[in-house]
């Protein structure tokens, strides 16, 4: 891009969300583990480690000068559709890594 031209349009955060996304499930299973695990109901650990992951990346879509011509419902129904699909495809992405990691160290695909 060049420098005398001003953009128009803000670029969408999605890096600084992917990241926030992954820093506050991985601290928020870290250190709450011990008082979801209490709950004993396998939704309901599910549902506070997906809850707070999508809140904290909405909150930094939601803060960031992306979409502002949207107002409203529209807007924040949006950032909630990509704040889940950001959590989604972390969470099908982080699973295939550690499946593959599995199989690895673990010598699934070995064939005798």
């Known amino acids: 891009m060049d420098d005398d031209k001003q953009k128009t349009e803000a670029e969408p955060p ?23 695990e209490r709950l004993g109901v396998w939704w309901a650990e599910l549902l506070i480690y997906a809850l707070i992951s ?32 950001i959590f989604v495809c972390f969470l099908v992405l982080g699973g295939g890594f550690l499946l593959v990691l599995f199989a690895v160290f673990h010598g699934i695909t070995r064939w005798y």
Request: with cysteine; net charge positive; aromatic share 14%.
């Open 14 to 36: 999605y890096g600084s969300a992917i990241v926030a996304c992954i820093a506050s499930w991985l601290f928020v299973h870290l250190v709450a583990y011990p008082f979801v």
């Open 54 to 85: 999508i809140s904290v990346t909405f909150v930094i879509l939601y803060r960031s000068c992306w979409h502002r011509e949207l107002v409203g419902a529209v807007r924040t129904l949006s950032l909630v559709a990509m704040s889940s699909l």
